[in-house]
Structures are given as structure tokens and as C-alpha cells.
T-cell receptor, first 114, second 114 residues
Framework: EAQVTQNPRYLITVTGKKLTVTCSQNMNHEYMSWYRQDPGLGLRQIYYSMNVEVTDKGDVPEGYKVSRKEKRNFPLILESPSPNQTSLYFC?????????????FGSGTRLTVV | AQSVTQPDIHITVSEGASLELRCNYSYGATPYLFWYVQSPGQGLQLLLKYFSGDTLVQGIKGFEAEFKRSQSSFNLRKPSVHWSDAAEYFCAVGLNTNAGKSTFGDGTTLTVKP
């Protein structure tokens, strides 16, 4: 089944403890992206990747890192999480970077930083 | 910068009634337009998209949307709503000049009354 898989689905962590949220897609998509969803703020893009080894900042990149060493994987790294990073995170992929393809989304990761 | 406005935060309709969700965008040229649906606890799923041609587009689950350039709108419609349509709906705009990035509206939550 074609899908975007995020892990974990739920995570509670403490301030400052490094964490990684994994994202993997099995559709050979070139484009991958991370979004966070917050009440009243909608979806905001954190980082995106046009292809392997090509990443760029979205609208809210502060406090996050990403890497794209393989086409299928696009992990989101929080080096020192803070409570304001408590949010619902979505990974998305698209066949190419052209916007007309639309996105396939993962099921989300709900992160709580205490 | 492009923007997307969904004027209705919450809409309630009776099962079997028709539905229209509003979406307005701000951009100088014709953008790529999308509607996504998010069921509780799930990621976003692409319902339909428009980027050229016929201004009335058909999507999955019986939804359609009409692009009106003069009104900068891309409203989503369904003739007869089912209880399973209860979800949050997001309009999004993508730009060819923005490396695959899509900007999302804040969403409209649809409640379906029995």
C-alpha cells in the first residue's frame, strides 16, 4: 500500500532531550515536507526537501533540523525540544516538487514537551 | 505572499443536505488549488485539485469544487452530505515559483447532524 509512515504516533518528552521523528514513504516521491498543526494557526511548513541531499527551510524552521540521505526517509530532529514545540506534526510527500501533484500525508505525530 | 482564507471555522449541516465550504485565495496569478480532508486522528487526504482547464473539478467521495477567477474563490461542494463526511477540511494553494510549497487555510470543521 502506498503510504507515508511516521513514528512514533505519540510522544511525551522533557525539555532539552533530543528526539527524532521518523518519516518514510514507499512511493518513490522526490519531494518531502514537514508541517506542524496548531489550533488557530492551521498547518505551517517547517522544512522541505526537493530530493536527496536537498533541503530548505519552510515558514517555521527554528528549533528543527532535517536530513535527506535517502529518497524514502526524511527524519525531523529536535535537538533541544521546548514546550512551544508541543504540536501535531505531519510528514508529507509528493511525486515531484511541482505543486500540481498534491501531497500524501502521514497519520501524524502528537508531540508533548513538558 | 500568497494566502488562503477559509471564512467559516465551523459549519453544521443535516445529513442529506447540500454542503458548500468557502475558500478564497490571494495571489496575482492563477495558483494551483487543492482541497484536503482530515478525519479525526488521521492525516490529511487529497480530495481534489485544480491547476488549469475546466473550472469545475470532480474529486473523491462525491465532492466537487469550482474555481472562480473573478472572485478568487475555490469553493467545495457536495450535493448530499453523509455522516461520514464529518471532518476538518483544508483549502490549500500551491505556487510554481515556490518550490513545491503549499500554503494551507486554517480549516473548516464540518459537523453532520443526523
Amino acid at each position: 500500500e502506498a503510504q507515508v509512515t511516521q513514528n512514533p504516533r505519540y510522544l511525551i518528552t522533557v525539555t532539552g532531550k533530543k528526539l527524532t521523528v521518523t518519516c518514510s514513504q514507499n512511493m518513490n516521491h522526490e519531494y518531502m515536507s514537514w508541517y506542524r498543526q496548531d489550533p488557530g494557526l492551521g498547518l505551517r511548513q517547517i522544512y522541505y526537501s526537493m530530493n536527496v541531499e536537498v533541503t530548505d527551510k519552510g515558514d517555521v524552521p527554528e528549533g528543527y533540523k532535517v536530513s535527506r540521505k535517502e529518497k524514502r526517509n526524511f527524519p525531523l530532529i529536535l535537538e533541544s525540544p521546548s514546550p512551544n514545540q508541543t504540536s501535531l506534526y505531519f510528514c508529507a510527500s509528493s511525486l515531484k516538487g511541482n505543486p500540481n501533484y498534491g501531497y500524501t500525508f502521514g497519520s501524524g505525530t502528537r508531540l508533548t514537551v513538558v | 505572499a500568497q494566502s488562503v482564507t477559509q471564512p467559516d471555522i465551523h459549519i453544521t449541516v443535516s445529513e442529506g443536505a447540500s454542503l458548500e465550504l468557502r475558500c478564497n485565495y490571494s495571489y496575482g496569478a492563477t495558483p494551483y488549488l487543492f482541497w484536503y480532508v482530515q478525519s479525526p486522528g488521521q492525516g490529511l487526504q487529497l480530495l481534489l485539485k485544480y491547476f488549469s482547464g475546466d473550472t469545475l473539478v470532480q474529486g473523491i467521495k462525491g465532492f466537487e469544487a469550482e474555481f472562480k477567477r473573478s472572485q478568487s474563490s475555490f469553493n467545495l461542494r457536495k450535493p448530499s452530505v453523509h455522516w461520514s463526511d464529518a471532518a476538518e477540511y483544508f483549502c490549500a494553494v500551491g505556487l510554481n515559483t515556490n518550490a513545491g510549497k503549499s500554503t494551507f487555510g486554517d480549516g473548516t470543521t464540518l459537523t453532520v447532524k443526523p
